[in-house]
C-alpha cells in the first residue's frame, strides 16, 4: 500500500484491511515481525565527515596558503631544508588538527543519540510506550498535545487536532484535522486533513492515526537529502573568534609588512626577509584559535552530559555563564514528580487518609471510622470513577510488575481509585466513554462523557476554582445538598496550607439533544464531589541548589499552576518566599498587563512565585523579565511552553516529562527532570567559557610577545632574534598541545561564588588586556634583553638565537600555568588536577631538547644542546612571567575591576 492511497480511503475498515491491522493494533509478535520486514524507522543521518576530509578541511584557510607559498619560494631557492621543515609543519598541524576536530565531532554525534524520541502506540489493545524507532506499518498511534508525529499516519480520531506543518509545507499556521474528510487523490499535503505526517509538531488537541509509512517511505523521507545538506550553524562564540582572528590577522599583516619594509630597507636579502616575515605572521596570528574553542566548547558538552544536562545547542554554553534569573516549573523540577494522593475531603466530614505511597496500588481508603461506612463507601466509589473514566494515563501489571506512564497527577489518581477497588479497564467496559474534553494547560480541567446506567452522565477534574463554578449541589455521605462556595474555599485553603496539591472532581448527568455535541456548555448544575490532595514530595537536593544560585547572584522564579496558598508553602520550604505578597497569580498578572507594561514589570520583579498560571502568561513573565534587563533560563515540558522557551536567553527541556515541542524548542535538555542539573549545567557553562578565555589569553599573549621581541630588536637595528623555521617550531611546540590540554582544565571551584559573567561583557575585557600587556612586555622585553646582552658579550648570531628560542619555549611552558586562572595564584592549583596538560607541558619541553640533540632536525632549526648551568639560568628568566603575574593577581584581588555591581545587586535580591 502507498502513501497516496491511504488519504483517498474513506472508509476506515477498508483501511485497516489494508494494513492488516485493527482499532487494537497489532499483535507484538507481528510488529516484531514488521520491523525486519521494514526495518527501523529512521532517517539517514548526516554523513560524518571523513577522517581525510577533516585532514583537507585543516589545510583551507589563507595562512596555510601563504606557508605552501614560503616552501615552494625556499624549493626554488634550493633551500630544500627549510622546505622540507615548512612542510613538516604543515603536515603536523594538520595531523594534530584532524585529531581534534574527529573527536570533537564524534562527541557531539554521541551526544546526539542520548536524546530520545517515544511513540504511544496501541498493541494487544493496551497503551504502549515505544522508542519512536520501533514504529512499523499498521501501528495505531496516539497523539497528544506537544508531541511530534513520529511516521506517517492517516488519522481515525481526533478531538480538536491541530499540526504544525510548517517543516513540510512552509505554511506558519496549524492546520485543523479531520479523519473523516473527503481528499483528492491529487491534493498537495497542506490539504490532506486526514494525515499526519512524520516530524510535524502536534500544537493541539489528541488524536489517533494508523502508520502507513515510516523512514525513507514517509513525505519527510523524500525530503530527507536536502534536509541532509544543510550546514550546521557554527556556535556564535565560534563565529566570534574567528572575526577577531581576522581582524588581528589584519592587524599583525601590517605589521610584518612594516618589518619586511624596514628589513629590505636595511638592505637583508629579500628571501630571508620573506620567510622570517610569513614564519612571524604565522606564530602571531592565533590561527589555531576557533578549532581549539570548539574543542573547549565540545569538552564542556561530555562534561555536562555526565551532569545529566545535554547541550542542543552551543550557543548555550556561552550564555549560562551570564545567566542571572531561572524561571523554573514546580513539578518534577524542584520535586520529585512522584505524586501521591494523600488524603480526600468532602463536605460535612474530616479528611480520609489514603494509605500507601508511590505508583504501586497498594493501600487502602480509612475515614473516621477506620474502615467506611457503607454510604462512605457510595461516596468514594463515585469519587473513584471520577479519577479513574476521566484519565488519560494507563496503569497496569505486566509480567508481574506495576508499569505506568502518562500525567503523574493522572497516574496518583489511577492509584487512588485502585485502592478504592475501581480499576480503569473494568470501569471503562462497564461505563463506556462516548466523547470528552481533554486536558489543556489553559482550561485547567478535563471531562468525559460516559453512558452510566442508560443515560449520560458528565465527569470532571480540575483546579478547583475553575471545578466549584460548574457545580452547584455537594456530595456528603449523607446526600447531595446545596453548594456552599464559602465553606468549599475554607476547605480548600486549609488543605493549601499543608501544602497539598488539590484537585476538584465533579459529575452530573446531562441531556444531549440529537446532532449536538459535547462542549463546556453542558459542564453547569454538577455536583461537587470532594478534593483529593496529593503531596508530590521536594527534591532532596533542590534546597541546595537554590541556595548555591543565591550565592552565585542567580535569582529563581518558581512557576505553577497550584493553588498560591500550596505554592507558598513549597516556596517557604525551599526558602524562596516569606510572605503572601511574594507570590503573584495568573489574574494579577492578567490585571497588571491590562494597566501596561510598567504595571507587569513591577508585579514580577518582586514577585518570587507564580502560581495559577496560564501557559500564555509565562512568555508574558519571561517578556518582562527580559525587559528588566536580566538573563533568563527558563524550564518548560509542554508545546504550551515553546514561546517562552523561545523567547528567553536559554530554554531549558525536561527529558522524561517534556514534549518533543518543548525539546525543539530548548538549547538544553535535563534528561533527569532535576533543578540541581540547571544549576550544575550553569556552574559548568562558567567553567567552558572560563576555559575558553584562559585558550584565548594564552595563544593571545604568546603571539604578542614575539611581536614585541621582533620589533625591539628592529628599534635596536639588531638582527632578527628569531629565523622562520624556529618562529614554527615554536608555533607547533606549544600551541600544537597546550593550547588543547588547557581546555581540559577542571572547574577551579568559586565559579558559583562569583556574580553572573556580564552579558555584554566583551571577551577581551579590561581584566584580560592587562595581562596580554604585561605577558607581552615581560617576555617579548626579558627574550629581547637576553639576545641584546649575548650579541653584547661576544656569542654568535646563532648561539644567541638558540638561547633565545629555548627561552622562549620556557616562557611558554611557564605561561600557560599563569592562564589556569585570572585571579588565583598558580601555587593554588594541583598541576597534577589537569593531567593533560601537565604532562603535555612537560612533553613540549622534552621534544625541544630531543630536537637539540637530532642530528638534521637540529640543523635545520639551528639549535644546539645546552648545558643543564645554561638551562636552569633561562629557567629562571622564563619564572619572571610567573612572577609579574602572581603580582598582578594579588593587586587585582585587592582591587577588583567592580563591573558587575549591577548584576550583582539584581541577582542577589531575595
Known amino acids: 500500500m502507498t502513501l497516496q492511497q491511504a488519504h483517498r480511503i474513506a472508509d476506515q475498515q477498508e483501511l485497516y484491511r489494508a494494513l492488516d491491522s485493527s482499532p487494537h493494533g497489532l499483535s507484538r509478535a507481528e510488529a516484531e515481525s514488521r520491523l525486519s520486514k521494514y526495518g527501523k524507522n529512521t532517517l539517514p543521518q548526516p554523513q560524518a565527515t571523513s577522517v581525510a576530509q577533516l585532514f583537507i578541511r585543516q589545510f583551507k584557510s589563507p595562512l596555510i596558503y601563504i606557508l605552501l607559498a614560503a616552501a615552494l619560494v625556499s624549493l626554488l631557492l634550493q633551500e630544500t631544508s627549510d622546505a622540507f ?13 584532524t585529531v581534534q576536530e574527529y573527536s570533537a565531532e564524534r562527541s557531539a554525534e554521541a551526544l546526539r543519540g542520548l536524546v530520545t524520541t517515544y511513540s504511544r502506540v496501541l498493541r494487544d489493545g493496551e497503551a504502549f510506550e515505544i522508542n519512536s524507532q520501533e514504529l512499523v506499518p499498521g501501528d495505531v498511534v496516539l497523539l497528544e498535545d506537544g508531541s511530534r508525529v513520529p511516521a506517517d499516519l492517516r488519522l481515525t480520531f481526533d478531538h480538536s487536532l491541530e499540526i504544525d506543518e510548517s517543516l513540510l509545507t512552509g505554511e506558519s499556521v496549524s492546520v485543523s484535522k479531520d479523519p473523516e474528510a473527503a481528499v483528492d487523490a491529487d491534493a498537495p499535503l497542506g490539504d490532506r486533513k486526514n494525515m499526519a505526517f512524520a516530524g510535524t509538531m502536534v500544537t493541539r488537541g489528541r488524536g489517533q492515526g494508523l502508520v502507513v509509512a515510516t523512514g525513507l517511505e514517509t513525505e519527510l523521507g523524500h525530503l530527507a537529502s536536502t534536509l541532509l545538506s544543510r550546514q550546521e550553524t557554527k556556535p556564535p562564540l565560534v563565529v566570534k573568534m574567528e572575526k577577531f582572528t581576522s581582524k588581528i590577522a589584519k592587524a599583525v599583516g601590517l605589521t610584518v609588512l612594516a618589518i619586511f619594509a624596514i628589513e629590505l630597507y636595511r638592505g637583508l636579502p629579500w628571501q630571508e626577509v620573506f620567510l622570517e616575515s610569513v614564519a612571524l605572521a604565522v606564530s602571531a596570528i592565533p590561527e589555531g584559535l576557533p578549532v581549539a574553542m570548539t574543542v ?8 555536562m552530559a555526565k551532569k545529566n544536562v545535554i547541550v542542543r545547542r552551543l550557543v548555550a554554553v556561552e550564555t549560562l555563564g551570564s545567566c ?48 467506611p461506612t457503607e454510604k462512605e463507601e457510595t461516596l468514594i466509589r463515585r469519587i473513584a470513577l471520577v479519577c479513574a473514566l476521566c484519565n488519560e494515563a494507563f496503569l497496569g501489571l505486566r509480567n508481574g510488575e506495576w508499569v505506568h506512564h502518562g500525567d503523574a497527577v493522572d497516574v496518583a489518581l489511577l492509584v487512588m481509585a485502585h485502592k478504592a477497588g475501581v480499576v480503569q479497564p473494568e470501569a471503562r467496559a462497564a461505563f463506556p466513554q462516548v466523547d470528552q474534553i481533554p486536558f489543556e494547560s489553559e482550561r485547567q480541567f478535563s471531562a468525559t462523557l460516559n453512558r452510566v446506567d442508560g443515560g449520560l452522565q458528565v465527569l470532571v477534574k480540575g483546579a478547583p476554582e475553575k471545578i466549584v463554578r460548574m457545580c452547584s449541589y455537594m456530595a456528603a455521605p449523607e446526600g447531595d445538598c446545596q453548594l456552599d462556595h464559602g465553606m468549599l474555599d475554607t476547605q480548600a485553603q486549609s488543605l493549601a496550607n499543608s501544602g497539598y496539591r488539590l484537585l476538584a472532581l465533579a459529575s452530573g448527568n446531562i441531556d444531549l439533544k ?3 455535541s459535547f462542549s463546556e456548555e453542558h459542564l453547569r448544575g454538577l455536583t461537587h464531589l470532594g478534593f483529593v490532595g496529593m503531596i508530590d514530595p521536594l527534591r532532596p537536593e533542590a534546597g541546595p541548589a537554590i541556595e548555591e544560585c543565591r550565592k552565585a547572584g542567580i535569582r529563581i522564579g518558581m512557576i505553577t499552576g497550584d493553588h498560591p496558598i500550596t505554592a507558598l508553602a513549597i516556596a517557604r520550604e525551599l526558602k524562596m518566599a516569606e510572605t503572601l505578597d511574594q507570590v503573584v497569580t495568573g489574574p494579577d498578572l492578567r490585571a497588571a498587563e491590562e494597566k501596561g507594561i510598567k504595571a507587569l514589570d513591577q508585579i514580577t520583579s518582586r514577585a518570587r512565585v507564580f502560581a495559577r498560571v496560564e501557559p500564555r502568561q509565562k512568555l508574558d513573565i519571561v517578556s518582562s523579565l527580559l525587559r528588566q534587563g536580566y538573563v533568563v533560563a527558563v524550564t518548560g515540558d509542554g508545546a504550551n511552553d515553546a514561546p517562552a522557551m523561545h523567547a528567553a536567553h536559554v530554554g531549558v527541556a525536561m527529558g522524561k516529562g517534556g514534549t518533543d515541542v518543548a525539546k525543539e524548542s530548548a538549547e538544553l535538555v535535563i534528561t533527569d527532570d532535576n533543578f540541581a542539573s540547571i544549576v550544575a549545567g550553569i556552574d559548568e557553562g562558567r567553567v567552558v567559557y572560563s576555559n575558553v578565555r584562559k585558550v584565548i ?53 568559586d565559579e558559583m561564588e562569583k556574580p553572573p559573567r556580564p552579558p555584554n561583557e566583551p571577551v577581551f575585557n579590561r581584566i584580560m588586556l592587562e595581562r596580554i600587556g604585561l605577558s607581552a612586555a615581560v617576555i617579548g622585553g626579558v627574550s629581547f634583553g637576553l639576545y641584546n646582552w649575548l650579541l653584547g658579550m661576544g656569542w654568535s648570531l646563532e648561539e644567541a638565537r638558540n638561547s633565545v628560542v629555548l627561552l622562549m619555549v620556557l616562557f611558554e611552558n611557564v605561561q600557560v600555568f599563569n592562564s589556569r586562572s585570572e585571579l588565583r595564584s598558580a601555587f593554588n592549583h594541583d598541576p597534577l588536577r589537569n593531567r593533560l596538560l601537565f604532562f603535555g607541558t612537560l612533553a613540549a619541553q622534552a621534544v625541544h631538547i630531543a630536537a637539540m640533540y637530532t642530528p638534521g632536525l637540529s640543523d635545520v632549526l639551528q639549535i644546539q644542546p645546552v648545558t643543564l648551568e645554561q638551562w636552569v639560568m633561562l629557567l629562571l628568566l622564563a619564572l619572571s612571567i610567573l612572577v609579574v603575574m602572581e603580582i598582578h593577581k594579588a593587586f587585582r584581588r585587592g582591587h577588583p575591576i567592580d563591573v558587575m555591581e549591577p548584576q550583582r545587586h539584581r541577582g542577589t535580591e531575595s
Not at 85 to 97: D, E, K, M, P, R
Not at 296 to 303: D, V
Request: glycine residues 10%; hydrophobic residues 50%; proline residues 4%.
Open 324 to 371: 542571572n534569573y531561572i524561571a523554573s516549573d514546580k513539578t518534577g523540577t524542584l520535586t520529585l514528580n512522584q505524586l501521591t494522593a494523600r488524603l480526600i475531603s468532602v463536605f460535612g466530614q474530616q479528611t480520609w487518609e489514603i494509605t500507601g505511597e508511590g505508583t504501586i496500588p497498594e493501600g487502602c481508603i480509612r475515614t473516621v471510622h477506620g474502615s
Open 85 to 97: 621543515f615548512i612542510t613538516a609543519v604543515l603536515l603536523i598541524n594538520a595531523l594534530i588538527g
Open 296 to 303: 573547549a566548547l565540545a569538552i564542556g558538552m561530555n562534561r
Open 697 to 749: 589569553f594564552l595563544l593571545i599573549s604568546t603571539g604578542a610577545a614575539e611581536i614585541a621581541l621582533f620589533i625591539l630588536a628592529l628599534l635596536a637595528g639588531l638582527p632578527l632574534p628569531l629565523l622562520a623555521v624556529q618562529l614554527l617550531w615554536l608555533n607547533l611546540v606549544t600551541n600544537g598541545i597546550q593550547d588543547v590540554a588547557l581546555a581540559f582544565e577542571p572547574a577551579e571551584g
Open 514 to 516: 440529537p446532532g449536538e
